[in-house]
């Protein structure tokens, strides 16, 4: 049995290559950008005027001079204009282009206009005041998002800034979720009294899906040589195989012997944590990854978002640090293992998280995991833990 530090390392070491795709502008967020965003051309393309008001010549203000007759007015959108008459000014629009010959704008708030002439009411004018310069943000051909980057909201306006109607990104494995047993019947199924719906697989699949993942799901029932027969046509198809249930103890947990007589290379089963410790991780010569979960719900939960989650940021080199928590009451956990437990979180004034910690029913108590807002990462090399501490937790929710 290994410790949830050497799991995380051990699945490091077995990354997937992702290959690239271009992807539409509107299907691309939450994507991994796999290729830069150029400048098409400098950003802005032009002395962009920042506020509504009056546009001058600075020497003339310099030069004492404060009112000025108003010679035209200009919006967003108007060609380039030239005014080289000393003693005058344009009206401006925010977006316009500075017309030439000119250099400062006065904002509405700093004037008075009465008759055609715009007297300035402020003497802290400074040149060259409201005005965003051609290239000041990028010159053409400067990167403006770099790749690597997990694509939303700001980087879908520069890409459309820039004229770009698809996106190159990674492409993620498409996953393969296996649930096993044959208590575990369909969800539009009425279970009978040793029965129980599938739920554990539909948790999965939804972290999965959140990072990118495309899933087909499959039911397998308790049978060594059927499982064979269906896992080695999977492992044709999917090069991310999840596996829930049947990696334990039980007469009927076929899974870890099933995956090696197919040829999967167990790199470790079983892990000092809790909850999910029968955990299982393997890698086939043909490029297939192997996350074998535990049965129970909790437990599947957190060993996905644990360890599926960590595999994909590896292979995406994606640094992904956990954010830490300050626990609000003394807590003791004796035994010598990881305790991933159920927290709330509140956000202070102060920009601290504060957790408050409470257990379950045990792995199998998927109801009570409603009122969590995530797991706090206890570690291993203490059993008392103390009120203001600060520890890592696992956001569950985006």
Known sequence: MISYQQALDTIAKYPFEPAKEKVALHEATGRILASPILADRDLPPYDRVTMDGIAINFTDFANGQRAFTIHQTIGAGTPKQTLHIPGKCVQIMTGAIMPQGLDTVIRYEDLSIENGVATIQADNVQARQNIHFKGSDK??????????????????????????????????????????????????????????????????????????????????????????????????????????????????????????????????HKVKQRPGKPFWFGTHNKGNTVFALPGNPVSSFVCALVYIRHWVNCSLKIQANLPHAILTHDLEFAPELTYFIECSLEHKSDGTVRATTFKGNGSGDFANMIQADGFLVLPENKNQFKSGESYPYLPIRN
């Not at 993620?172 to 009294?193: F, H, Q, S």
């Not at 899906?209 to 039911?219: K, M, S």
């Not at 040589?225 to 080695?232: D, G, N, T």
């Open 139 to 268: 010159q053409a051909g400067e990167i403006v998002v770099d790749s690597g980057k997990r694509i939303s909201h700001p980087e879908l306006i520069v890409a459309a800034a820039v004229g770009l109607r698809a996106l190159e990104v990674l492409k993620m494995p498409k996953a393969a979720i296996i649930t096993t047993g044959d208590e575990l019947v369909d969800i539009g199924d009425v279970p009978k009294e040793h029965q129980v719906r599938r739920s554990s697989n539909y948790g999965v699949q939804s972290l999965l899906n959140d990072l990118g993942i495309e899933v087909d799901q499959f039911h397998i029932a308790d049978d060594k040589e059927l499982m064979i027969k269906r896992i080695s046509s999977i492992l044709e198809s999917y090069k991310l195989i999840v596996l829930t249930g049947g990696v334990s103890r039980g007469k009927f947990d076929y899974l870890p012997e099933v995956l090696e007589e197919l040829g999967v290379t167990k790199h470790f």
